[in-house]
C-alpha cells in the first residue's frame, strides 16, 4: 500500500502545496486516471504582460528579446495613435505563447513523438472520443 506524503516543490510559488504519493503519482480529473513513475509538475505559466513575457524570454529565449520589444513598442505606438489596444493584445497573446513553450521545452520522447506523428504514425498517442453520456473521455 502507497503512503501519502506531503511535498513541497520548486514550484511552490505557483502552487501552495502537492499531495504525492510515493512511487506513484496518479493526475487526471476526468474520470480516467493516468499513474507515471515519474511525478508530473505543472508547466511554468507566463502572465500576459509585457515585462513577464521579457522575463520569460530573456531567461530562456534571449535571442528572441529583442523582436518581442521591437513588436511590442511598434503595436504600442500604433495604439497611441488610434486609441485601439487591439494590436498591442494581440503582440502580447502570440508572444506568450512563445515564452510559454520556451520555458516549457519539449522533452525528448514528445520530440520523437511529434516526428512519429508527422511520419503518419500515431500510434501510443492519446485521443479524445465522445463517451456513451455525451461528455469527452480520454481513450
Given at each position: ?33 493516468v499513474a507515471s513513475e515519474v511525478p508530473v509538475y505543472p508547466p511554468a505559466v507566463v502572465e500576459r504582460s509585457g515585462p513577464a513575457i521579457r522575463a520569460a524570454l530573456l531567461a530562456h529565449a534571449p535571442e ?76
Amino acid at each position: 500500500m502507497s503512503r501519502w506524503r506531503i511535498d513541497r516543490r520548486p514550484f511552490a510559488d505557483r502552487v501552495p502545496l502537492a499531495v504525492v504519493i510515493v512511487g506513484l503519482v496518479v493526475s487526471g480529473n476526468e474520470g480516467q486516471h493516468v499513474a507515471s513513475e515519474v511525478p508530473v509538475y505543472p508547466p511554468a505559466v507566463v502572465e500576459r504582460s509585457g515585462p513577464a513575457i521579457r522575463a520569460a524570454l530573456l531567461a530562456h529565449a534571449p535571442e528572441r528579446c529583442r523582436q518581442f520589444e521591437a513588436e511590442l513598442r511598434s503595436a504600442l505606438a500604433a495604439a497611441a495613435h488610434s486609441l485601439d489596444l487591439s494590436g498591442p493584445q494581440a503582440v502580447l497573446a502570440r508572444w506568450q505563447a512563445v515564452a510559454m513553450m520556451a520555458a516549457n521545452p519539449l522533452s525528448d520522447d514528445e520530440r520523437k513523438q511529434i516526428e512519429h506523428a508527422k511520419a503518419g504514425d500515431l500510434r501510443g498517442l492519446l485521443s479524445w472520443d465522445q463517451g456513451d453520456n455525451g461528455s469527452w473521455v480520454r481513450r
